[in-house]
């Protein structure tokens, strides 16, 4: 539904920033009725939280159909023997995995290389079926012993996960080269300003990784960047210290920040396709393996992300293409909305309307509190005219009803 009625809503805000939650993302959500704990790392997204989560998925999804990717949606719980066959079931310590009444083990999908491998490689026959890149948007777990980040480190995540398979070395380069720009757009159009760093490549890989970084007191990473070009490096891996003058562009010097990853490559090389051995036949007639990528983007960590970044003490402030609604209408004083409501949703707004009988100063705290980027108010003292107002400005105007419209799209 693109407009709502507040006192239809079935959730509700709190006052109280609750007990349990230790990161203001958590906090934030949970008070403004966004998201619901179940346990530790596991939240259950209400309808506020649900749209910002959709707003966030369709972003990644329109970006990476642009880059030709094919989205698909893989099973979540996998037999043991595919991670047994790549190694994952001893060597990945966060696996999450589960028995069932029959003494079988399953695994729970955290990345799905195990699963995708041998899927594409089932359709790829030559090299004339390459390159190809297929992605799913879905739940993942990791069995974490310490979930205390809200949305950053999720037991259960959604994530967007995309797997590229390449004839050569070359070709995945030119690939991830036409993702980073993707990746760098996505970001943009949430709100955020990603840095690209250099990491190490985890659990398989001698290969270096890329991280997409946002620079937040809430991170977990520690990341040098340089003050003048794009340099950024994760400080496990970096060789240069703070302070230092910057080596590629020799202008500027490095600083120190603290940052929380939003997004990830892998190059795989041919590590899976090795395991799986799956092949397909080059020019010359010869079985290869081909050259695969993983590129991650966590959704639901993204939201976490964006509270990180935009909010004040009076609330959270969602930039305007994840915010649930563009604008929350608040009628005060017996004031009749309806008009205003409709009108709205007519010229396709979308729009919370606070029609409940409750005090001016409760709606204001609670619009603060939500943070839709447009406060609409319509009160008795407005003499038929409205107050407008952003949620990042101090100053709400008095303007026409016709006029709304007009500022909003503008
Ligand atoms: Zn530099």
Redesign the pocket.
Known sequence: MPYMRQSQLFTKTERNTPKDEATVNAQLLARAGFVSKLMAGVYSYLPLGLRVLNNIENIVREEMDAVGGQEISMPMIHPKSIWATTGGWNKIDVLFKVKSRTEKDYALGQSEEEVVTPLVMKYVNTYKDLPKAVYQINWKFRDELRSKSGLLRGVEFLMKDMYSFHESQEDFERFYAVMKMAYLRVYERMGLVAKVTEASGGAFTQKVSYEFMVLTDAGEDDILY?T??D?CVNVEIAKEKEGER?T??E??TLAKARASEVGNVFDLGQKFAKDFDVTYTDKDGKKQYPIMGCFGIGISRAMGVIVEKYNDERGIIWPELVAPFAVHLLALGGADGEKIYDSLQKEGVQVLYDDREISAGEKFAEADLIGIPWRIVVSPKLDGKVEIKKRTEKEAQIVDIKEVLHIIKK
Do not use: I, L, M, Q
């Open positions: 340089c003048a070009c340099f910057c590629r562009c202008k500027g």
